[in-house]
């Protein structure tokens, strides 16, 4: 096998079920985008679903352990856990613009998916995390939170921006330009917003 065949074949995957979602993808369509035959692309992946599959762990293998990593590093502040998270997450989804919405959908239709990448990759340790938030609502810096709530606002505040773009941009009234403005400041605001809806 071919690895830059193969690797061609991904990168048409990958835009084709960026435009059409997975379920509404064609082997064909496929085949046409890299520049190969159909029996090619079954010849390198077998079927759509393992096509699919391997297009994920792609993606979410350069996502998630970066965030995972940071989450359970053991000489990172709080402060600055939240700091790199952000960071991470919004220079990746402009690099990136239709991935969170892909990654989304991919784990809302196949969770399975997901459960292979933290096989993987292993879960990420939280403890220390929490530990951490327990010695901050202790000393009264921040409220007492739960690794839960944490994960859910912190990563709300992250992804929501992107995946509801099109939505906001209507909303508000700006145009594109505008609205990646106030992206590349968004890992500033989200540490600044974040932490203030954890004071006590």
């Not at 079927?47 to 352990?65: G, I, M, N, Y």
């Not at 939240?82 to 969770?111: K, N």
């Not at 933290?118 to 010695?135: F, I, K, M, T, Y």
């Amino acid at each position: 096998m071919d690895p830059s065949t193969a690797d061609r074949i991904l990168d048409a995957a990958h835009r084709v079920f960026l435009r059409r979602g997975t379920a509404g993808a064609r082997t064909q369509e496929i085949a046409a985008e890299a520049g190969v035959n159909k029996a090619l692309v079954h010849y390198y992946f077998g079927t759509k679903e393992a096509l699919a599959d391997a297009v994920f762990q792609r993606v979410a293998s350069v996502l998630l352990p970066s965030m995972f990593g940071v989450l359970s590093a053991p000489d990172l502040s709080l402060a600055e856990r939240v700091r790199r998270v952000s960071e991470r997450q919004v220079a990746f989804h402009r690099a990136h613009p239709y991935m969170a919405i892909y990654l989304l959908s991919e784990i809302h239709m196949a969770p399975e998916r997901l459960d292979s990448l933290v096989g993987r990759h292993g879960r990420p340790s939280l403890e220390l995390l929490q530990s951490q938030l327990d010695a901050a609502a202790a000393a009264g810096t921040i409220r007492p939170v739960t690794i839960t709530e944490f994960m859910v606002n912190l990563i709300s505040l992250l992804v929501f921006p992107v995946v509801a773009r099109p939505m906001i941009r209507h909303i508000v009234g700006i145009g594109e330009a505008e609205y990646d403005q106030f992206l590349d400041q968004r890992a500033e605001q989200v540490v600044t917003f974040f932490f203030a809806g954890l004071r006590p």
